[in-house]
């Protein structure tokens, strides 16, 4: 099982999701407070297990929040981000040089959104 890691910047709070193996699979903006930051963290928990695949690599289309969505980065890299109901990202990917890595990527925070919460 996973685990969200959280830890304080020079500018405030911010998570990232591990694997089970340590691999960070998404990760926070930066959070003004601690308060904020585990607010994040449940909605996450609330909306990657039932967000729906926005692939904007492929054909247009309407996808309604929360929603996971896959795009292609000026570097040619795959990209992910999750969205809450509200519209607002929650968690961004790193970049991944395959497509269907990123596809595993979003499964894996899916699988790992019920992960507990450390505090380094």
């Given at each position: 099982m996973g685990k969200f890691v959280i830890r304080q910047t020079n500018t405030g709070y911010?998570?990232?999701l591990k694997a089970g193996n340590g691999e960070v699979i998404a990760t926070?903006?930066?959070?003004t407070t601690?308060?904020?930051c585990l607010k994040g963290v449940e909605s996450v928990k609330?909306?990657?297990p039932i967000a729906n695949l926005h692939d904007l690599t492929g054909e247009e289309m309407e996808v309604k929040h929360p929603k996971f969505e896959l795009y292609e980065?000026?570097?040619g890299e795959f990209r992910f981000r999750l969205k809450a109901r509200n519209g607002e990202v929650i968690a961004v990917s790193e970049?991944?040089?395959a497509k269907a890595s990123?596809?595993?990527g979003i499964a894996s925070v899916r699988k790992n959104a019920?992960?507990?919460?450390v505090k380094e």
């Open positions: 911010k998570f990232d926070s903006e930066v959070y601690e308060a904020a609330t909306n990657a980065d000026k570097a970049g991944y040089k990123c596809e595993n019920d992960s507990d919460i």
